[in-house]
Every structure is written in structure tokens, then in C-alpha cells.
């Protein structure tokens, strides 16, 4: 294991497995707010490679705290020159590292989003929970052998 990805699993060592901390993934895309929707394009194609899945593009200043988020779908629709706080969501559906993962599966069910950042108490992101990993233990062993594959 290469030395950036063991401090990952050490620092997700660190929270309890049924949390938001405990079973999120820190490969995630985040940009600066600054840029346009062409410029994101571009940090998407130079970056992708470090996300695991890149269902959302996560907005945030240089401390990290979590300023929007807006989805593929959002950015191609997008002119080239719209500033991306332009059409990002200002208001962020998130769990707090601490949450439970029960918490953060109903979060995920009820706002039917296919990932959910979690920040800590300053609002800085530090990682996503994806809604296949967020059910994952809540259902029942017997009902995954049903589920498409996203849920196994």
C-alpha cells in the first residue's frame, strides 16, 4: 500500500465502522469556486483518475469547507464561461462524521442522492458516502442476493 492511501486508512481507522466517518471514502473531486465550467471540465479530466466514482463535484475554499456541490449533469448543461457558483447548489445535503450509518441512509433515501458528503463540526469535507455503502449492512443479507449488482 502506497504511503498517501495507508494515512487514508489510518485516519478512517480512527472512526467508529458504523459512522459517516467510518465508512466513507476519501477519493472524492472538489474544486475551487473561481472556477468556470470549462475549467472544471478540465480539472475533472486531469483528476478523475483519484476518485473512486464521481457522481458529484464537491465546491470548496482553501480550507476545505464545503461550499456547494453540483452534479455532471449540471456542468455539461453549463456554458463554458459560467462561473460554476453560478449553477452549483448552495444548500448542501450532509452527514457529520459522527453520524450513524443509519442516519446517513435515511439522509441518502430521503434526498434520493447517490452520494453524501461528510464534514466534520467546522464544515470542512472529508469524504462521501456512497449510497451502495450506506446500505450495505442496513439490508438484509437474504434481500441483496435480489438487488440489482450496484447493491452488492
Sequence with gaps: MEREEAEDVRRLLTYPEDTAG??????FIAIPPHLS??????????????????????????????????????????KPQTPVTEFM???VVSANLD?????VA?????????????????NRLHGIVTADDALDKIIP????????????
Design 89 to 91: 447548489h448552495h444548500r
Design 99 to 103: 453520524d450513524s450509518q443509519d442516519v
Design 37 to 78: 465550467a470549462e475549467q472544471a471540465i478540465s480539472v475533472l479530466r486531469e483528476t478523475a483518475h483519484e476518485a473512486e466514482t464521481i457522481f458529484y463535484v464537491y465546491v470548496t475554499d482553501g480550507d476545505n469547507h464545503l461550499l456547494g456541490v453540483f452534479s455532471l449533469q449540471d456542468l455539461v448543461l453549463a
Design 22 to 27: 467510518g465508512i466513507m471514502n476519501t477519493e
Design 141 to 152: 443479507t437474504k434481500w441483496k442476493k435480489r438487488l440489482p449488482r450496484m447493491y452488492r
Design 106 to 122: 435515511q439522509m441518502i433515501s430521503k434526498y434520493n442522492l447517490v452520494a453524501l458528503p461528510v464534514v466534520d463540526g467546522q
